[in-house]
């Protein structure tokens, strides 16, 4: 089956919008992810430097009010740091928001799905206290700006981001022979954690050909890579291990610093196995569980003979056969599927904005919660799973059931005529037996809900 507007948006993007025309080339897709990012523009997200001046201020007065706790000044610090607690967990909700939102709004969805790819294959998030909310943060300065072009940049982005230091707990290693770990208390040791990931899961792959003796000579590679107290980076010099490591067969460095460590990073991104892992990764969440073999063999090579250009990889993609076959074998995980239903209704940006931190969450974070996708909050680095069965339960399905029929009405009170709205979200020619059911509701509501639960619409 040669490319289609409805298939392009189905598979590659969010879905069919009735406000905003499908793409109508695979050149037109690829002209959009090089063009200006329009949405980042127009419903902006706040880099980590806010959370970290966030992180400061509620520091500063919570250390105050526990100096001063008799004292009025005391209980005001207390009070400050409160609400400025309170305002940024505001603030993460309103982040979902802008995020749903340019997924609702854009012409170039296959930007938005990247980055979600993208920041779900580096997957970082806080584990405590304010970092909580720093995922959006995150996935805006290290990944969003990196998605078009090559993969090393996109790993030394991701890798050297305070939060990655933060969730794989680089921040306390120390190489064994390091100054801090020669001191007398003696509490800093190597951890591998960061080094195992980077390999395991950001290039050569779990059956990777690297070994034990490598995540741990990675390991020290990478002490001295740290942050601050607040939360920005910093080489620390007192941590890295002295002298050279050995990955791979080959030896970096010799003088710590961030050169060697820009250096082992940039041979793994263009290592073979990283392009084979790279290759899979894309075709398994674009197209199928199961790709087709030359699809794969097609992206891995384009990765190695590109050098890990990442706008080629994309266009080998777009124009393989193999991506567009009309089969839907994969589902929408939960964020994609509420991302999809509202670009379906064309939920109004000032309905969006309109909505309290309460109301996000009732409507939009606790239903995604309930289908087994807490928002930005996977279980672990490996991001979450693209098989099926993770999402096809029946406490999720029933939870996409009760959000279908029950979150559109809330949202659009002038929902859509189901005669219309099922060639709106299916396309020209949609099931007629999701049509005939959306005909036959008894409700707007019941029906809508109908064509967002069918399998067209489940799956891409």
Partial sequence: MPFTPELAERRFGYGLSPQIAAPPSVADMLTGLRGPDVMA?????????????????????????RKNPQTEAGAAAGEKAKTARRALFHDRQRWVVSTLQRRIDTPHAFRERLIAFWADHFTARGKSGLLRAAAPAYAEEAVRPHIGGRFADLLFACVTHPLMLHYLDQNTSAGPNSRAARRPDRRRGLNENLAREVLELHTLGVAGPYNQSDVREFAKLLTGLAGTRDHSFKFRRNMAEPGAETVLGRTYGGAPGLAPIRAVLFDLALHPATAAHIARKLAVHFVSDQ?????????????????????????TLLHHPA????????????????????????VAPEMMQSLIPAQIKRLMTTPMRLMGQPWHQPASPDGWPEDDSAWITPQGMAARLEWAVNTPARLRPDLPDPREFVQDVLG??????????????????DAVGLVLCAPAFQRR
């Fill in 41 to 65: 523009q127009t419903y902006p997200i706040p880099g980590f430097r806010y959370i970290q001046d966030q992180i400061v201020l509620v520091s500063r007065f919570s250390k105050f009010a």
């Fill in 291 to 315: 790709p087709a073999p030359d699809l794969i063999r097609d992206l891995e090579e384009t990765y190695l003979s590109g050098g890990g250009d990442l706008m080629q990889c994309y266009e």
């Fill in 323 to 346: 991506s567009w076959t009309n089969d839907a074998p994969n589902i929408r995980p939960p964020d994609e599927f509420v991302s999809a239903a509202l670009r379906a209704l064309a």
């Fill in 428 to 445: 020209p020619i949609p099931p007629a037996d999701v049509v005939f059911a959306a005909r036959a509701a008894e409700t707007r509501a």
